[in-house]
C-alpha cells in the first residue's frame, strides 16, 4: 500500500508539472528516529521509509511522510539537488501542491524504535573534552577535517598527540 502511494503521489506530480518522473526504488529499511528519506546517487532514486513508524503511525505517515519524500524527489528531478534547499520555497510549493501541509519533522513517539546509537570519541582542547562522532572522529584521524572549540577556538587534538 505504501509502494502504490508513493507512485501515485509520483504520477501525481508527473501530470502536474508535466515532467517525466519514473517511480524511485522504494525500501522499508530506514532505522532510528527519521520516518523517511529521500536518496540520490549513481545508483538511483530511492525512498527509504522506517517499518517501525509506519507501523505505528501508518495513517500519519501515508498522509505525510509520503508526499514529504516524493516532494524531495520532485524537486531534485525539477531543479537539481545544489539549487535549491531541501526545505526551501520549492519543496514547500510541491507539499502545498498536494495538499499537504509543509512540516519538516513529525511529533511520533520514537521510544519503543530501535535507536542507532553512535560511538563517541574524546578529543581535547585547553578548556575540555570534546566528544565526536565516528564520521568526525575520522576525518580528523585522516586530516580530512579541523574542528574548533566553540568557546576557547583551539583546534581538537588527542590527547598524548
Known amino acids: 500500500m505504501v509502494v502504490e502511494a508513493t507512485a501515485a503521489r509520483v504520477a501525481e506530480a508527473a501530470r502536474r508539472y508535466g515532467i ?11 532505522k532510528g528516529a527519521g520516518a523517511g528519506m529521500y536518496i540520490s546517487d549513481l545508483s538511483g532514486a530511492r525512498i527509504r521509509y522506517n517499518p517501525w513508524l509506519f ?11 509520503v508526499p514529504h519524500e516524493v516532494a ?5 528531478v525539477r531543479h537539481g539537488r545544489r539549487r535549491v534547499r531541501p526545505h526551501g ?3 514547500r510549493r510541491v507539499m502545498l501542491d498536494f495538499g499537504v501541509e509543509p512540516t519538516v519533522r513529525h ?7 530501535p535507536l542507532r546509537r553512535q560511538r563517541r570519541f574524546a578529543w581535547y582542547c585547553r578548556c575540555g573534552e570534546h566528544a565526536l562522532t565516528t564520521v568526525r572522529h575520522r576525518r580528523m584521524l585522516q586530516r580530512r577535517a579541523v574542528y574548533t ?9 588527542r590527547r598524548g598527540d
Open 149 to 157: 572549540c566553540r568557546r576557547c577556538g583551539q583546534p581538537l587534538s
Open 72 to 76: 524531495h524527489y520532485v524537486v531534485d
Open 55 to 65: 507501523a505505528q503511525y501508518f495513517e500519519a505517515n501515508l498522509r505525510d511522510t
Open 89 to 91: 520555497p520549492e519543496w
Open 107 to 113: 511529533d511520533f513517539d520514537t521510544r519503543c524504535v
Open 20 to 30: 517525466v518522473l519514473a517511480p524511485p526504488r522504494v525500501l522499508f529499511d530506514l
